[in-house]
């Protein structure tokens, strides 16, 4: 079983992934770390808990990640795209209260998984660069990466050149590309065309075996 750190943005579509990931039978989803991007980093914090909830899955530690970018400018978000607080209509409880760790526990997931763990970035790079800044040499641990970013071979979504997780901290991803082996890139070339149907939506509330079909 693959062993998964989940670095991304919810939002609808990591949503989809953190709920993929753990309905999957070969993948272990090892820990969520969230950051700013499609949201504030504080409703992505609290739209990952809640998922994690609902799928009786709150064993998965979901760890705090940036909330800005390297360049520190100020982050456009797009409510148009996922909603005021990221996941469309849906919206988490205000009594809601998870158990969210901080950025130290990314890297005691770095040692516990040494050598076996694989990074999947699907946000904005800022979390894993400020990794490689902190602890270059324990980033040796990891197997490998997929970071989704970057356009190639069709235009960009936020400029006609420029993809929305790389323009939003092209410093960091850089940072990433440079450091980072044994990386697959998933680009918008690629994204783009996976598009989740209201077929498979049906098939996955029918098998779901978590609160998800609910």
Known sequence: MKKVLFLGDPGIDDSLAIMYGIMHPDIDIVGVVTGYGNVTQEKATSNAAYL????????????????????????TYYPEIH?????????????????????????????KYKGELIIVD???????????????????????????????????????????????????????MQNAKNVTLVPLNVTSEAIITPEMVKYITKHSKTSFNK
């Open 122 to 176: 699907a946000g904005r790079s800022t979390t894993l660069a400020t990794a490689f800044i902190l602890e270059k040499p324990m980033m040796k641990n990891v197997k490998e990466y997929y970071i989704m970013g970057g356009a190639f071979l069709m235009p960009g979504n936020v400029t006609p050149v420029a993809e929305a997780n790389f323009h939003g901290d092209p410093i960091a991803s850089q940072l990433v």
């Open 52 to 75: 994690l909830q609902m799928a009786g899955r709150e064993d998965i530690p979901v760890i705090n990640g940036a909330k800005i970018p390297l360049s520190g400018d100020v982050t």
């Open 83 to 111: 909603g005021a607080d990221g996941l469309g209509p849906i919206k988490p409880p205000k009594a809601f209260s998870p158990n969210i760790k901080p950025f130290c526990a990314f890297f005691d997931i770095l040692e």
